[in-house]
């Protein structure tokens, strides 16, 4: 296996075969050598450092019904809230004294957000912090709109395209929600200039080795600049209340092959894999990852972003979890910094959004 997994860090690349042996059950030592690889790459590029992302998620309103997700249309007992403006800015505000400089704005597919408001607020946020970043994750959108964002200053884009299997898609998405939309707006996002970012579900119903496979080679077709993985978790009030849930060590597997595969590629821990298993963060940095994404909503409406079930950090305030997370990282041997933290291109160069050029700021530990 360690001359599969050599190939791999080579080449970027392997044959279905050579992937879905990867993605089988391996021996401990072949876990260890995998990861140690990941991590060599990962150091190569980033280097210790260890990316943060304050993740907004200012409106839980959304139009759709994805089968997985508690926020879906369709969940009456999803208590609904939207931000104001005022409290989406005082939430940067509050990160940016912790040492963010990316923000994440997540949200339902929420109609209250048109174009107009949401260039404001973006126009606001950098003139507030110009040397910050903002990462939007709001959904599909036409190609239009997502221009105006750019225009308006947002950098990067967060899009998971969820599974690339067609057949796969349509079990986890009513009839209403396209396959081919969603990777369609993938690429209009790419060709306007975003840094973008897609990922999968780890073990969502219905989820093939096979499956897995297609979305691996997604990835490379693609090129994102960033990409987001967690394991599918049930919530209770949706469709797969009673289905199983993906499991960490296939997560932290994925994690790894995906660095190789994309060496340049900024990976969060996601939080998602921080419920699943206490450890789950840490497990994620040490197997490639180089990105935390945590929470600055405000308390009073964390649990009402109820994506799945047992969501962690739900109860704290930002700075807590500014501080657990910064010692959680030091156990594995990396370090929180001040910093953007844009992707980096092949030729080493920072890609950042040139109708708004930002200052990289100094990768300051804090
Ligand atoms: N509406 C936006 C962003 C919010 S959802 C969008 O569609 O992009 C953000 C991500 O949460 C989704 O892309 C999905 O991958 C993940 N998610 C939703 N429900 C989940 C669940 N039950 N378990 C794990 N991840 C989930």
Redesign the pocket.
Known sequence: MQAVIDKLERTHNLSDDEFAALLAPISADDEKYLSQRACHVREKYYGKDVYIRGLIEFTNY?R?N?Y???IRRDNAHAQRYRLTAEQILSCCHTGYQLGFRTFVL????DAYFTDERLCQLIQEIKRRHADCAVTL????RSKESYQRLFAAGADRY???H?TVDKAHYEQLHPAELSHSHRLQCLRDLKEIGYQVGC?M?VGSPGQTLNCLIKDLRLLQELQPEMVGI??????HD?P?AQEAGGTAAMTVRLLSIIRLLLPHVLLPATT?LGTIDPKGREKGLLAGANVLMPNLSPTEVRKKYA??DHKICTGEEAAECVRCLAARVESTGYKIVVSRGDHITKEGLYHANQSHPNPRTDHKAI
């Open positions: 959304c759709n994805c997985y997700c508690g997540q949200g339902g597919e994750s709001i959904g599909e967060l899009l998971r969820e990922g579900m967690g394991p599918f978790i049930p919530q949706t797969f998602a994506l799945y």
